[in-house]
């Protein structure tokens, strides 16, 4: 009584062998290795002689696609769809020192495949296991080094003493300007005061102007002015 195949077996069979000879064929072409997407299929159904056969296997995983092997089928269903390649034993088998001495006559290694019936992936994994094979270089991705700015110095302008003059001019102006608002505000704080409220005042700003964090020049220009401020009060009897 022999034992019926069931769908699930006779999948996992199809799929065995589509493994199989993607491993002995495909795994070592070196003809798709510069094609990417789908120019790898178009280059593939044109030019290799293994890629109708495997999508042939593919179209029995397809719905309706086991009915059509089980007709094709007339022996054992492990026996006909192994399509594993084996060497064509009415030809005289390819080796090693065939192969150089027909790469010394000139013959690409295309033409020496169609001679032996084989394909070119098949003779690559040949050429792989004589030791032949060169092995791909992968292309090395360059970066662009950024372009570094070259940084000019301009040299500043030369300013004359007729040109200077006028900013001398404004900066002793905003200075006489400041002088004049910090008089008017110390005469209002003065008048709106009484002796004792002004003369803390003044001494509070001697003091917060003589212990800051940053003590600056500004500083000790405000710390005199009100000091000088405090003294005058002091010596003409404004404090008593």
């Known amino acids: ?18 493994g199989k000879m993607l491993d002995v064929n495909c795994k070592g072409c070196d ?16 030019n290799c002689s293994v890629y109708p056969k495997i999508q042939k296997l593919r179209g029995f995983l397809e719905p309706g696609g086991l009915k059509r092997l089980r007709k ?31 790469r010394d006559q000139g013959l690409t290694n295309r033409a020496i495949a169609l001679r032996y019936k084989i394909s070119e992936a098949t003779l690559y994994s040949r050429r792989s296991d004589w030791g032949l094979s060169k092995p791909r270089k992968r292309p090395t991705m360059k970066t662009a080094k950024p372009k570094e700015k070259e940084t ?30 910090a008089v008017s505000t110390i005469d209002f ?23 800051g964090p940053q003590f600056s020049p500004e500083d000790v220009k405000k710390m005199v ?12 009897g404004g404090g008593e």
């Open 225 to 236: 002015w009100y000091g000088n401020k405090l003294l005058e009060i002091m010596e003409g």
């Open 72 to 102: 094709e089928l007339e022996a054992p269903v492990k026996e006909e769809i192994q399509v594993k390649a084996t060497p064509n034993k009415s030809k005289e088998e390819l080796t090693k020192e065939t192969y150089i001495k027909l």
């Open 189 to 211: 704080m003065q008048a709106r005061m009484s002796a004792e409220h002004f003369k803390g005042y003044l001494i509070g700003n001697v003091l917060k102007h003589s212990s």
């Open 1 to 18: 009584m022999t034992h019926e195949i069931s769908d699930r077996e006779l999948k996992k069979h199809v799929r065995v062998e589509i």
């Open 31 to 46: 003809k798709v290795s510069h094609i990417s997407g789908g120019n790898q299929f178009r280059f593939c159904e044109s």
């Open 152 to 181: 000019v110095q301009k040299p500043l302008p030369k300013v004359t003493e007729h040109e200077a003059e006028p900013v001398k001019k404004d900066s002793a102006r905003a200075l006489t300007q400041q002088a004049d608002t």
